[in-house]
């Protein structure tokens, strides 16, 4: 890879905290190289005034080219999430990498807030190769599309 992607991991601190360090071991392998900044350190702290949360979130997602959301079967009910998703979202337009945990490669509105439809999104399956390809192409892809979906048969149109 000739460009180290910064991205932003958001997910469900509750439920899939494994999925997310078995991100973070994806990027210590020779195939892949990337660097991730993330929020538990915010969310500890247990803050309560969404304006301050939200700012806090928009230092943290300096530099990042790319908003993953590891999404697990209690993704949308995060009220955590919801604010990372508002804020790279609707305040600092980010390209999102939705990373489905039940193998989907579409957006699915009973695990997911529908705030990740408002803006470009790639969506793929819990998979290291599909991950990292991806993240490695998606500052490009964002730039030709509103939303794609990871697959062998890719639709014809934006959706």
């Known amino acids: 890879m000739t460009h180290l992607v910064k991205s932003y991991i958001s997910f469900d601190s509750d ?9 973070k071991s994806w990027n ?3 195939e892949s190289e990337f660097e991730y900044v993330d929020s538990l350190d915010i969310k500890a702290l247990g803050l309560t005034d969404k304006k301050t949360v939200k700012d806090l979130l928009k230092e943290r997602f300096k530099g990042c080219e790319v908003f993953t959301l ?26 999102q990498l939705i990373v489905n945990l039940n193998g989907s490669t579409h957006f699915d509105k009973n695990l997911c807030s ?3 439809l408002k803006f470009i999104a790639v ?9 990292t ?3 490695e192409n998606l500052p490009i892809l964002a730039e030709k599309w509103s939303v794609f979906y990871f697959s062998d048969n890719p639709p014809d149109k934006k959706i």
């Open 15 to 23: 439920n899939d905290m494994e999925y997310f360090k078995m991100i």
């Open 28 to 30: 210590k392998t020779e």
């Open 70 to 95: 590891i999404v697990g079967q209690n993704t949308k009910n995060s009220k955590f999430s919801r604010l990372e998703i508002e804020t790279a979202v609707f305040s600092l337009h980010i390209p």
């Open 114 to 116: 529908t705030a990740v």
């Open 123 to 131: 969506y793929v399956p819990f998979d290291k190769d599909k991950f």
């Open 133 to 135: 390809h991806t993240l």
